[in-house]
């Protein structure tokens, strides 16, 4: 088991900026793809980025140029750089464990809100 605990979400006006952490604990197998997906209401959910043990990145066109994922292998924790938020960006953004098997693992989400 997997367990996961996002932080990080807020407030924030249209342009600013907002980073998330995401802390993964439990059985942490070598390799592993870590990310970020976002769910706004009434919409379905979505990838956002994702980032493998090697270091490989995948974005959303949607986020390419304003967010950057990235991880600490040694404190099993991603992180999501986003900036230029719009208001578009805002959603729930849950943190993602994909494991070599494929079996994936969630947390709970945490709140992101861009509004002026």
């Known amino acids: 088991q997997v367990q996961l605990v996002e932080s990080g979400g807020d407030l924030v006006q249209p342009g600013g900026s907002l980073r998330l952490s995401c802390a993964a604990s439990?059985?942490?197998?070598?390799?592993?793809?870590m990310g970020w997906h976002r769910q706004a209401p009434g919409k379905q959910r979505e990838l956002v980025a994702s980032?493998?043990?090697?270091?490989?990145?995948n974005y959303a066109d949607s986020v390419k140029g304003r967010f950057t994922i990235s991880r600490d292998s040694a404190k099993n924790t991603v992180y999501l750089q986003m900036n230029s938020l719009k208001p578009e960006d805002t959603a729930l953004y849950y943190c993602?464990?994909?494991?070599?098997?494929?079996?994936?693992?969630w947390g709970k989400g945490t709140l992101v809100t861009v509004s002026s």
């Open positions: 993602n464990y994909k494991t070599f098997t494929g079996v994936d693992y």
């Open positions: 439990g059985i942490i197998f070598n390799s592993n793809v």
């Open positions: 980032i493998t043990t090697g270091g490989r990145t």
